[in-house]
């Protein structure tokens, strides 16, 4: 079994030029196969608003709910290193809000860092929660849960003017203590940039492949969530039509009448059947 990274082999990832691979996961059994197929990080994203309750973006998301997220993933993934995404509310009020929710994270579902939306406009929360002793992971660029101020989820930095913002936002997030950065949907220069001026570790979620590692939601990644698929979202395989196909399959045999099969059945101990119906008789 491969041991648990800490920050400090995602620091030596990036003196090595060793790329960091992530994935979101939800449930304990995703987060099992994330751990056999050797993922570094697994987020416990508030994406699971999407990905599984159906809503139409994260901003309903409570924290309860990754809670309960965070705790089914470790114990699918005990020995991956596991950050908890602080939902929207959840750290907008204060710092003291920030602070006691981040600190939920690890007492509750002994996550090993969270994650927060926005730059410079957050940088004294990163700061809070970094002072209380928690690892800090910073995430720049689309930030979903402020989308509808963004103007929906569009790519951001395409201009030099936004660009300079986003290494502004980047720069601040270093300066308040976060110990990576995540950057989501700006163009490759700008996250070269940015991976290239910062000492934390800096992570793509369609950032480009210049960054020191990757991000992906899973159930973009297996084909999974078909509400729509982001640019940067390479498919590895279908489930959507593999789970369907398998369903249809189900039903044919059901309503054909060739499932259950004798192997699928607990026949009664020899002798007993004879007894059973001579009883029901009386
Ligand atoms: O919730 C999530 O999965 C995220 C990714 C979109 C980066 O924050």
């Known amino acids: 079994m491969a041991k648990k990274k800490s920050i400090i082999d995602f620091y030596n990832m990036k003196a090595s030029g060793d790329k960091v691979c992530w994935l979101t996961s939800y449930d304990f059994p995703t987060?099992?196969?994330a751990e056999a197929a050797?993922?570094?990080m697994i987020l416990v994203g508030d994406s699971l608003g999407m990905c599984v309750y159906g809503y139409k973006g994260t901003v309903p998301v409570t924290m309860d709910q990754c809670i309960v997220h965070c705790e089914a993933v470790r114990r699918g993934a005990p020995n991956t290193f596991i950050v908890g995404d602080m939902p929207f509310m959840s750290y907008q009020t204060s710092d003291e809000a920030a602070v006691e929710n981040a600190g939920r994270f690890l007492k509750?579902?002994?996550?090993?860092?969270?994650?927060?939306?926005?730059?410079?406009r957050v940088a004294s929360r990163i700061k809070a929660i970094v002072e209380a002793g928690i690892v800090v992971i910073g995430h720049i660029g689309?930030?979903?849960q402020s989308s509808g101020a963004l103007g929906g989820h569009k790519a951001q930095g395409r201009t030099a003017k936004d660009a300079a913002m986003v290494v502004e936002d980047a720069l601040a997030v270093q300066e308040a203590?976060?110990?990576?950065l995540l950057v989501e949907a700006v163009p490759p220069e700008v996250a070269q940039y940015i991976t290239?001026?910062?000492t934390i570790p800096v992570f793509s979620i369609g950032a480009g492949k210049e960054c020191d590692g990757q991000l992906l939601i899973v159930s973009d990644l297996i084909g999974q969530f078909q509400a729509f698929t982001p640019k940067f979202?390479?498919?590895y395989c279908d489930v959507a039509g593999i789970v369907t196909d398998a369903m249809k399959a189900y039903c044919k045999d059901v309503r054909g009448g060739s499932f259950p099969e004798d192997q699928h059945c607990y026949h009664m101990i020899e002798g007993e059947k004879e007894k059973f119906l001579s009883e029901m008789k009386k």
């Open 108 to 120: 509750e579902a002994d996550v090993d860092a969270i994650k927060l939306e926005g730059g410079v």
């Open 233 to 235: 979202v390479k498919k």
């Open 31 to 33: 987060a099992q196969f």
């Open 196 to 198: 290239e001026t910062l």
């Open 177 to 180: 203590g976060a110990q990576m």
């Open 38 to 40: 050797g993922l570094d």
């Open 142 to 144: 689309l930030t979903p």
